[in-house]
């Protein structure tokens, strides 16, 4: 009897990590689909401090407009380029930096935070999307 409860116990709790697993990811989809990826902050960074408070910070681009969100896992940036194909975009990152070339322009981010070298980026209608995970 004792053997079969600590078993059914342990199930249980498999069970319940699997639904928090999935319940996140449905979140995390929801986050994303709700603001599209799109810019939301022109001009702003927006982090969330160990308190759960919100911090917005200037972002670091003169005449583009652009957004930086981060989370647990992962940093977004979304920059809009504007009149730029998608054939003169090419991302780099070297030494916490991370290096945007757009045709003649050059721009570079300080990330906030260690990263992966895996970088996804997709352009759409003038609006660049990148994700970077942390390391």
Known sequence: MIFDDEKRRKKDAEEFEKIVREMEKIIE?????AFNMQPFVKGFSLKINENGEPSFEEFGFEDEKGDIFEDENKIYITLELPNVDEKEIKVKLKNGIL???AGDEIKEIKLPTKVKRRIKKTFRNGILDIELEKL
Not at 29 to 33: H, Q
């Open 99 to 101: 290096e945007i070339i």
């Open 29 to 33: 989809e929801a986050f994303k689909s």
